[in-house]
């Protein structure tokens, strides 16, 4: 009696233990501190908010957020300062023209609060998305309003402040304390404002690897500190990263709840020798981020750096477990060409089911806590040519994520 007894035991346990297994790899794979972003680019407000009023607005906000939450995505990237410009309520920068098809007219309604309460409603997390230094791309016409704080710089084509590219673009100089001063300032105002869950940052740092953009400051910079050890490449790395760090401060000193990420490159090279953008150290050492996005934007058989290669290598320059590291996913290539990939270039034509790979990658990976795809009309407002490729992904995604 007493061996039947401990022999059904010893089967219990057995079972029990197979039920904690099962239990646990579900609580891992419907993690619910997964990150499961999607941007919303200022091509993409153009549809939901040009020329609305409140009214127009915040129906339109609330159907794509409805959209958003279809797929079971909880984080909602916004970008709310394109062209150092604002949509929402500032007194440092004029309302952006996305809005209103001119920069600094009046607007009678506050686009970022409605855009907050519509996404905390449905239980979506907000990160405000700021260009940190673009004014203007090239070949935009729009008209730089007089209220920009940039704008006498650039009437006196003060090279210190800012950039003016041939081709058309003006930014801040990153070298500028001025300039990196205003743009704290508007980090500080939209963290003092609004209640967002984050502020992110896009890839978009030094705009030309040109040595005469900066010659004045950087001349400036080694008279006054008679370092001469610091290179162009290193003071331009110095830059960026000071402005990071202010900003960093600035945030958790308003509010230590406020996260800061940045979405860089997802090309890790790219980052360090054109746009001077310091990622290892920023994965590397406390007081820059709490989270990185890097823009892996790669087919599997990408030939110049394929997907799995790339994650490998932002996985090998993570260094604190602190720092949360969420992969930038491009659902703007589906069934398309991609020519950077030489050989590959046909993957995304042939293949309709990348982008669900991918984000299963990125649940296998110890190293990884989520995604984002980028970006929302390519996935809720299709070309009649892509539709039936993007349903198809779409189908693969919504059977990962259902739980």
Known sequence: MFKKIFILFIIYILLFQNVLVLFSETIRTNNTNEFRGVWISFLDLKS???QKNEQEFSSEISKAFDNIKSLSLTDVIMQVRPFSDAIYKSSIFPTSHILTGTQGADLSYDPLEIIITKAHEKNLKLHAWLNLYRIKNPGQNFKISDSHPAKKWIDENNTDEIIKLDNGGVYYNPGSINAQDLIVSAVKEIVKNYDIDSIQFDDYFYPTTS????????????KQTQDKSLSLKDWRLQNVNNLIKKIYKTTK??????????SPNGNIKLNYDSMFADVKKWLSEPGYVDYLLPQLYYGFNNQALDFNKALTQWADIKKLDSIKLYLGLSFYKINSIDKWALLGQDEWIKNHDIISKQILSSKKSKYCDGFALFRYDFIFNPSNENKSAVETELSYIKSILKN
């Open 48 to 50: 939901l908010a040009y």
């Open 211 to 222: 040595s005469n953009i900066d010659k004045n400051l950087y001349d400036l910079y080694l």
């Open 253 to 262: 000193e308003i509010n230590p709840n406020v996260l800061v990420g940045i």
